[in-house]
């Protein structure tokens, strides 16, 4: 099967995406954690949610994922005839 570059962007962005929702909970402070409370916001806020640095990681991780993936569907180890058995679906 032939992938056009849309679809590998599309496959890219849904990878990079879970991805960076398991990153963001890594190194946030709370307020409470730290000991200084900025009136009029929740005691759990974060202190500083450093999204560049998690933006940055996300990407790095993403990529690995994204080659990792491709070479291990090019290499014939998964297919999607055998994705499809393993589900019980026809194709």
Same mark, same amino acid.
């Given at each position: 099967?032939?992938?056009?570059?849309?679809?590998?962007? #599309?496959?890219?962005?849904?990878?990079?995406?879970? *991805?960076?929702?398991?990153?963001? %909970?890594?190194?946030?402070?709370?307020?409470? /954690? /730290?000991?200084?409370? *900025?009136?009029?916001?929740? %005691?759990? #806020? %974060?202190? &500083?949610?450093?999204? !560049?640095?998690?933006?940055?990681?996300? *990407?790095?991780?993403?990529?690995?994922?994204? &080659?990792?993936?491709?070479?291990?569907?090019?290499? !014939?180890?998964?297919?999607?005839?055998?994705? &499809?058995?393993?589900?019980?679906?026809?194709?």
């Amino acid at each position: 099967m032939v992938y056009t570059i849309s679809t590998w962007a #599309a496959i890219y962005f849904v990878i990079w995406w879970l *991805t960076l929702f398991t990153t963001l %909970p890594f190194g946030v402070r709370s307020q409470h /954690e /730290e000991g200084v409370s *900025t009136p009029g916001t929740d %005691p759990g #806020a %974060p202190v &500083a949610s450093l999204i !560049g640095r998690k933006m940055l990681w996300t *990407t790095i991780i993403s990529a690995i994922i994204f &080659a990792v993936s491709m070479f291990v569907y090019h290499m !014939g180890f998964v297919s999607l005839n055998g994705l &499809a058995k393993l589900m019980g679906v026809p194709y």
